[in-house]
């Protein structure tokens, strides 16, 4: 009996002396090293549905610990906190942050997201982002929400091919017309193409917003048609519709346009806080193709680069803004074929320290490929501005690159000029003045009209109106430049206080 008991005692000092260890290896299997963390399913939620009353989704995302030792996640959380629309669930409880959640080796937990939006609402976001944060071991991960605020148009990038950093998607497929009217907003996640031998065409009033990163892109062949009026202008901008990012510059990527298989036209748009304007290059000289680009009472402002870029491209402008840009309102390279005509080119940037002059006129371009060879561009230039104005903070807004071994033509027909230039010379500057305050009525505003005293004003040539294949007797408000002494240079003509338009 005394042997029992003590074989009793000896399995219950075993018994204990097992939970114990086994206790001290769970501790011991969490690992704590930061070369461990968790793997996640996706780096981006995008809650894609488009509704149209007061709805919510709820999609998942999946978390593996890939490792060979167990994991705790000390936290979990939106990085919106309590002010965020979306939710979290985890192991069956809703919130916005949660901590030490552990997780097996080779083992995968279900975090569910979901969003509550009113996309009725006229002044809610066009899109609604957050991010979860994870944080396992001193490492942070983090996984973006992406969900529709408005009602609108949505384009979203889902294919990818490379040279592009984000994912595309076809606005417009090979041989086929689109047309964009004003019944709700158009918003582009990703880049949004127009393909080869495709046309996309945009009616009046049309407002277009693109997602950071994101950009519109009119392939070789493609082309694109802005059909804006006086009084419904079409509009492309960030997808940020808070006071605070009106004018904010490089909300997204650009317009890149390659040569077309008919013009591509933009008439009474705006283009505005974007890092490019309006990009414009040939990929392939194809005489089959027209190179050729039209710009009408079009404003480009507010661009964390370059307002319009051009290589070697054709283009006809009229009655149109360039203003605002941290290099430059207007680069010409490798030459082509330009006629601006009422023009105003402004940069009084003061985002960061701007050095270079803002406006470009290059008939060569150099870079470098990826061997490290420097490779040079070249292209004959003809370039023709007629009652312009080219302006900026800089002593020097007019640099020309002129290589010799090709053409290199231009003419400043009746402009007014912010250069360090000797513009003596009749055949090149006829009609020219430079260094007089053009006296704008607000840049800060990016409001180009002239004020009263402005040197600008009466000082334009007729014949650069005659002779323009498009109207130019008024301006880009409206306003006839043809009833008095002479037209004002620039897009805008002066009109006194209390003046009928």
Not at 30 to 53: C, Q, R, W
Not at 349 to 357: A, E, Y
Not at 406 to 420: A, R
Request: overall charge negative; hydrophobic content about 35%.
């Amino acid at each position: 009996m005394k042997k029992f008991k003590n074989y009793q005692h000896f399995i219950l000092f075993a018994s204990l002396l097992i939970v114990l260890i086994s206790s001290c290896r769970k501790e011991e299997e969490i690992a704590t090293d930061e070369s461990y963390k968790i793997t996640l399913s996706s780096d981006t939620i995008l809650f894609d549905t488009v509704f149209t009353t007061v709805g919510s989704t709820t999609k998942y995302l999946k978390l593996y610990n890939q490792n060979d030792r167990k994991i705790n996640i000390s936290s979990i959380r939106l990085a919106g906190g309590e002010n965020s629309q979306f939710r979290v669930n985890v192991d069956g409880e809703s919130g916005t942050s949660f901590s030490n959640i552990e997780l097996d080796k080779d083992d995968s937990l279900y975090v569910f997201i979901k969003v509550t939006v009113d996309p009725t609402l006229s002044n809610a976001p066009l899109v609604v982002t957050d991010s979860v944060v994870f944080e396992t071991n001193g490492n942070i991960q983090d996984v973006d929400l992406v969900a529709w605020g408005q009602d609108a148009h949505f384009f979203v990038g889902n294919k990818r091919i490379e040279g592009l950093s984000y994912p595309y998607t076809l606005l417009a497929e090979e041989g086929e017309t689109i047309n964009w009217q004003d019944d709700k907003p158009y918003v582009i996640y990703g880049w949004g193409v127009v393909d080869s031998a495709a046309q996309l065409i945009i009616g009046p009033g049309v407002d277009i917003h693109f997602h950071q990163n994101s950009g519109l892109w009119v392939y070789r062949g493609g082309n694109i048609i802005v059909n804006g009026e006086k009084d419904s202008l079409v509009t492309f901008q960030g997808d940020r519709l808070e006071y605070e990012y009106q004018d904010l510059p490089g909300q997204w990527d650009r317009i890149w346009i390659n040569e077309g298989s008919i013009n591509n036209e933009f008439n009474y748009a705006i283009i505005k806080n974007g890092y490019i304007g309006l990009q414009s290059e040939i990929l392939i000289s194809d005489e089959n193709l027209q190179n050729a680009l039209i710009l009408n009472n079009t404003i480009i402002q507010s661009m964390s680069r370059w307002g319009l870029f051009s290589i070697a491209y054709n283009i006809v402008s009229t009655n149109s803004v360039f203003a605002d840009c941290a290099e430059n309102t207007l680069f010409i390279s490798v030459g082509g074929n330009y006629d601006f005509r009422h023009c105003t080119f402004s940069n009084y940037w003061t985002g960061s320290i701007r050095q270079d002059p803002s406006f470009t006129l290059s008939n060569n371009l150099i870079v470098q490929d990826g061997q490290g060879n420097f490779i040079t561009y070249l292209g004959n230039l003809n370039a023709y501005f007629g009652n312009c104005i080219i302006w900026g903070i800089l002593d020097e807004e007019i640099v020309f690159s002129n290589d010799e071994s090709t053409e290199f033509n231009y003419v400043f027909d009746h402009c007014l000029l912010k250069t360090l230039e000797n513009i003596s010379d009749e055949g090149l500057y006829p009609g020219c003045f430079k260094n007089n305050d053009p006296l704008f009525v607000d840049y800060t505003i990016n409001d180009y009209r002239l004020d009263t005293l402005s040197a600008a004003s009466d000082r334009g040539s007729i014949d650069v109106i005659n002779n323009s294949i498009f109207e130019l007797s008024n301006d880009l408000d409206g306003n006839s430049r043809i009833s008095d002494e002479a037209p004002d240079l620039g897009a805008y003509e002066f009109i006194p206080i209390g003046k009928k338009i």
